[in-house]
């Protein structure tokens, strides 16, 4: 390989670095099973066995649970949304939206150093195809002369500075001691050198924020996540509660309906016995419409029904009707009653 090739490779895996500085960490296990443990941390829980697993348009895999009203959408094994009983607590695999906008801010800035990089290699690129290439290919090229310039130039970039400003700082950053080796090759002045590195001292600073910024944000994330615990048992105690109050209304109700059924019959009676129809079918539509009527409950009313409008007379149509509209709406089937309140209505 030639000095040429070997330098254009170590400036792609400087690009390769720089890319992948702030991608974070993929745990690869089943999409279903972070799912559930997202849902679980979320205060919730749920069975394996019981989701529905389907595809969505964009690509994305759906898991549902029927019980809790949940979904949980995920590419691969990285979740993507999460809603729980129509609440959304994570969207775009972000559980703020501010953790989402500093995320995005992070790629941009790191993006714009990447540019900048990449900007400073096509330079050095072009200087060294200009200048050390035409040198080595030319007849009675003193190679060792152009191997003692080379070498002078990135000695004056210190390997130490890199390892103290990267490496001591945090572990991930250790991969930027690829720096020093692209820069060792590297036919950049001093005053280029220097530019890289207060290029690299600004990445520094910004990641210590970022992480400063998140670490604040994780511990909102996970006081928020204490009191949507603690509001959960609350609602479970008052459901409870609820289902208590709901038993002793049910008591209650059952209770009361051994004495408002023999009331209201005989209220009904009463009126009958003083042919007071209009008030007895008021109380009677009353009495249906909570209560069930024996066979031989209905009987007893119509016995005192008729004796009450069998004394009216014929010419009292009104007395009658009224009459035998009870005796229909007791006995709704009854064809005699029918007719004879058809005739009474003419």
């Not at 994305?60 to 009203?69: A, P, T």
């Not at 009126?271 to 129809?277: D, G, H, I, R, V």
Request: glycine share 4%.
């Amino acid at each position: 390989m030639d000095l040429g090739s070997k330098l254009t490779r170590h400036w792609q895996n400087f690009a390769l670095v720089s890319a992948l500085l702030l991608q974070p960490a993929v745990a690869f296990t089943e999409a279903k099973t972070i799912c559930a443990d997202k849902i679980m941390e979320a205060g919730t829980k749920v069975r394996l066995r019981s989701v529905e697993v389907s595809a969505l348009p964009n690509g994305l895999l759906r898991h549902s649970w029927s019980s809790g009203n949940i979904e949980c959408d995920t590419s691969d094994d990285l979740i993507v949304n999460l809603s729980i009983n129509g609440k959304k607590i994570l969207a775009n695999g972000f559980p703020s939206l501010e953790a989402e906008a500093l995320f995005k801010y992070m790629q941009s800035e790191n993006s714009k150093m990447f540019a900048e990089c990449k900007a400073r290699f096509y330079g050095t690129k072009e200087t060294f195809s200009n200048i050390y290439l035409p040198k080595l290919r030319s007849f009675g090229a003193d190679v060792e002369e152009i191997k003692n310039q080379f070498d002078y130039n990135f000695s004056k970039v210190s390997r130490e500075f890199f390892i103290k400003k990267f490496y001591e700082h945090q572990e991930p950053l250790a991969r930027l001691e690829t720096y020093e080796e692209l820069l060792r090759n590297d036919a950049t002045n001093s005053i280029d050198a220097k530019e890289c590195i207060t290029v690299a001292d600004k990445a520094l600073a910004r990641e210590t924020d970022f992480r400063k910024r998140i670490e604040k944000l994780e511990t909102q994330v996970a006081q928020r996540d204490e009191v949507l615990s603690q509001q959960s048992i609350e609602i479970a105690k008052l459901r409870q509660e609820f289902q208590k109050l709901e038993g002793i209304r049910e008591s209650l109700s059952a209770e009361l309906a051994l004495y408002e059924k023999p009331r209201k019959l005989t209220a009904i009676i009463d009126l009958l016995k003083n042919a007071e129809f209009v008030e007895a079918s008021r109380l009677f539509a009353e009495l249906v419409s909570k209560f069930s009527l024996t066979e031989k409950e209905r009987e007893r009313l119509e016995i005192i029904a008729i004796e009450s409008v069998r004394p009216i007379p014929g010419s009292d149509k009104n007395g009658n009707r009224v009459g035998y509209q009870f005796l229909v709406n007791l006995f709704p089937e009854n064809k005699y009653y029918r007719n004879k309140l058809a005739s009474y209505e003419k």
